[in-house]
């Protein structure tokens, strides 16, 4: 499974003014719906007898994640190492990992999230998909696997279709998929024996074109709510809801 | 190059998609799966229909959207189009990604303010950190955007009758659908509401359901919750979560009842007209982007605003 270490959105300080973003004081954090996605694997890598590969790829602060990952049931940790300040997007993300996981043995299934806490952006579990040349699944939150048959619940706008594939193949998963379980004591300290590897990019050969972002990132500021935030906290109930019912008609919203 | 090629499944976003991609370049072909959709896209003003057939009768899996990725692909490459513009649902999302990942080009997740610049290179604006920032992107040659509903009018042109080129392709049939079902009970549908009362964890006891209930009756609102009142708690069904990774509503009015405000569920309502929060912590995160902070408990409040709303009837 692919996992991403990111900032922790809440504790992103966004300039009133300018709108500058100062993440420098953000914690970094496994993807929270990626917490998720850890626990999915590992139930079905328990039904495959399989191991289950924990696979990131980021700058050298992304290590940190590796005991995480380790401690939510991941049997191996494997970091791919961006060159520190080099920018990733989906297409440099998606080929290194389609090159970590051809350096893996024996590969069967590749569980990534729909998206990313920071960027959200539905991409890298079907480009991943893609570039292997596999069936990808997408937006699934029910998995089994039968020998070498896959079979998914999707949620697609209203509706649940269940699909079936061969293996290899590709998955990305909705945060239902199942539970994100707080390690208990014993699962963390477990961790710190269980093998974890750094890989630097480099060490992948792969082309420049394919470790090229193909955008350019030219702007990036915080977003600034234009609500009124009127404050209604003096007085009893009624006082408020009083207020606040004026305050609704006068904007026409009752 | 030759303008830009538009997809989706659904011939009502496709249109919208024509809509936007009318107002960045001269050619706008919009590519379609079937014949019921190529007619209703005739009538948008498009340069041209594409309509994608799988070759050979009755193919297994020609039904899934997904299907015809390389079909896809392989007609952005072949034609040069400048940008491929899909319509952001769960398939358009894969098929947008995949298609990228084909060409080996960008692609731009949820494009807004997408800008053709004067030296042939492109701009788009993206949302990152679930709404909590506005990232700009520039990008030269071919590349793909998903563009989400509602962000422009379906082109609509009557009388108009673009010229409708049928091509035979071959269809991906790994994925085999087995069943599919609907999963929402008649009558709900958040993304139409006009007004939302929203449960969060603070009022997520099973008997506060009723609290919020009434409120919704007597706003003529629909009832929604955060992901945890539906998830961990099991109180409302996953399909009334709003947030990142559930329902976006565009309501005249949002109430929220003991929201925290997590940003993850506030972008699922930022296009919301007014927003009111109900909280007994003056510093929850939801009292930042709300137009009203009430700060009480709801317990309390809310059957006073049910009072009162339905005095106003």
Known sequence: MCFKWVAAEGELRVDPVTRAVDASRARRKISDYDRNTIEAARVVAGSMGGELVGLTFGGPDARTGLKDALSRGVDRAVHVVADEGARADGHVTAHVLAAQVRRLDDVDLVLCTEGASDTYAHETGPRLGELLGWPVVTNVRELTVEGRTLRAVRVVGVDLETVECDLPALVTVVPEVAPAPIPGLRSVLGAAKKPSEQVPVADLGLPAAEVTARTTVTSFLGYVAARRRVVLADGDAQDKVDALVAGLAQDGVL | ?313
């Open chain 2, 1 to 313: 190059m030759t303008g830009i090629y538009v997809f989706s499944e659904d011939p009502r976003l496709a249109a919208e998609l024509v809509t936007t991609a009318a107002a960045l370049a001269d050619e706008v072909h919009v590519v379609c799966l079937g014949a019921d959709a190529a007619r209703t896209l005739t009538a948008t003003g498009a340069t041209s229909v594409v309509v994608l057939e799988a070759a050979g009768p009755g193919t297994v899996g020609a039904r899934r959207p997904e299907a015809y990725v390389a079909a896809l692909a392989g007609l952005v490459r072949d034609r040069r189009a400048d940008l491929l513009a899909v319509g952001a649902t769960v398939s358009g999302w894969e098929i947008a990604a995949r298609v990228a990942a084909l060409l080996d080009c960008a692609l731009v997740s949820e494009a807004s303010v997408i800008t053709a610049l004067p030296d042939g290179a492109w701009q788009a604006e993206r949302v990152m950190y679930a709404g909590g920032a506005v990232q700009t992107e520039t990008w030269s040659g071919t590349a793909v955007v998903t563009v989400a509903a509602g962000r422009a009018v379906a082109a609509a042109v009557p009388g108009s009758t673009s010229p409708v080129e049928v091509i035979a392709v071959d269809v991906d049939t790994r994925v085999r659908v087995v069943s599919r079902t609907t999963r929402v009970r008649a009558g709900v549908d958040l993304a139409s509401a006009a007004r939302v009362v929203c449960v969060g964890m603070g009022l997520a006891e099973p008997g506060d359901l009723a609290l919020a209930g009434d409120l919704a009756d007597a706003l003529d609102a629909e009832v929604a919750c955060t992901r945890p009142v539906a998830e961990d708690r099991g109180l409302l069904p996953t399909e009334r979560y709003i947030g990142i990774s559930g329902a976006h509503v565009h309501p005249d009015l949002y109430v929220g009842l003991g929201v925290s405000g997590q940003v993850q569920h506030t972008v699922g309502f930022r296009d919301a007209k007014v927003v009111v929060g109900i909280n007994t912590s003056p510093t929850a995160p939801l009292f930042a982007v709300c137009d009203y902070a009430v700060v009480g408990d709801a317990h309390e409040i809310v059957p006073l605003l049910a009072a009162a709303v339905r005095a106003r009837r």
